[in-house]
């Protein structure tokens, strides 16, 4: 798989904006394509920058040393009766344990995003990643069309469906009752909306997230670690004024901008992954959750 440094900058905040639904699959094509060189079109580069996940993937779905099942929970307000999502653990887990709630990025339950699942299942949690597409079906196999069918919900609706997949995982028969949320990109949004709502989250750690509102800030309780890509302009622009709400608000936090990283650095599935810093903010989360939730 290509690295970042294999592309032109442009190229990538292209890519950006196509996943994020602020240009059109055409509009990427059409931008692209005068980076198209050397045999390479833009279509081509399209395909090079899309995720490979059976590439990436760390830990197997069979992997011995986790309990991985499909489980479900009440929504509250959406078509479909129930929310379906995986769930990972220690298979040697005896007692309850620290609870970590996962949020997606805007294109359902990807395999990456399972994949992150069961790596906090290794590290000791009871992980769980609800895919807010269940209504639609779940998530659809690829993340053109993952990104097509999460647009159609509405945004209410997907956030009260984490915020009762939080709920889900506070009462757990296996849950200590201490609940952690990380979610990428959307999910890292949403993770600071998760904030906002639950006064009794113990730990938030928000990849690249849409900040809240300073007056949203302000009831922020739990204790947040957030990571930002240095440049991601787009996210970017909105965290010194959530810097400056926090520091009013006397709230508990730690911020790490990584330079030279591209939104999505965290996933190891296309070019944007950034390895050493990728590692760095996956060490530094897990020890933000053991202090927090242990």
Known sequence: MKKASDYDQEVLDLYNLYVHSRISRREFLEGASKFAVGGMTATALLESLSPRYAEAQQVKPDDPRLKNEYVEFDSPNGTAPKIKGLMSSPADATGKLPAILVVHENRGLTPHIEDITRRLGLEGFLAFAPDVLTSLGGYPGTDEAGVELQKKLDG???????????????????????????????????????????????AAVPFYGG?????????????????????????????????????????????????????GFNNDTTPRYDEANAKLAWQRSIEFFKKYLA
Not at 240 to 262: G, H, M, Q, S, V
């Open 211 to 263: 900040q809240p509102t300073a007056a949203d800030t302000a009831k922020i309780q739990a204790p947040l670690l957030l990571h930002y890509a240095g440049l991601d302009e787009r996210i970017n622009k909105g965290w010194p004024d959530y810097e400056a709400a926090l520091k009013a608000n006397n709230k508990t936090y730690t911020a790490f901008i990584y330079e030279n990283c591209n939104h």
């Open 156 to 202: 209410g609706k997907m956030r009260e469906d984490f915020v009762s997949g939080a709920e889900f995982l506070k009462i757990h028969p296996k849950s200590t009752g201490k609940v952690g949320a990380v979610g990428f990109c959307f999910g890292g949004g949403v993770v600071n909306q998760l904030a906002v709502r639950l006064s009794w989250l113990g």
